[in-house]
Nanobody, 115 residues
């Protein structure tokens, strides 16, 4: 079983930056892929960015050039650096781990972009 703990959300003005962290309870090198998803009010959860065990990254078109996913294997932590934030980036951000025994989710962290 994998436990994921997110942190780093908050209220930020448009154009601002935040960095989200997701700490895993297992060695993240044993996780096939990790990703960040978000869910805005009244909308479905969507993939924002992902990183595979091999370090291959992928991101949604809506965040390309603004968001960067990275990891620190020594800390079993995945990050999401978010720059040039827009009001439409508002939502609850969830960390996901695709592990051998199934998919695991964190509790979510709220990101609000508003002036």
């Amino acid at each position: 079983q994998v436990q994921l703990v997110e942190s780093g959300g908050g209220l930020v003005q448009p154009g601002g930056s935040l960095r989200l962290s997701c700490a895993a309870s297992v060695n993240i090198f044993t996780i096939r892929a990790m990703g960040w998803y978000r869910q805005a009010p009244g909308k479905q959860r969507e993939l924002v960015a992902s990183i595979s065990r091999e370090g291959v990254t992928n991101s949604a078109d809506s965040v390309k050039g603004r968001f960067t996913i990275s990891r620190d294997i020594s800390k079993n932590t995945v990050y999401l650096r978010m720059n040039s934030l827009k009001p439409e980036d508002t939502g609850v951000y969830y960390c996901n781990a695709a592990y051998a025994t199934g998919d695991y989710w964190g509790q979510g962290t709220q990101v609000t972009v508003s002036s």
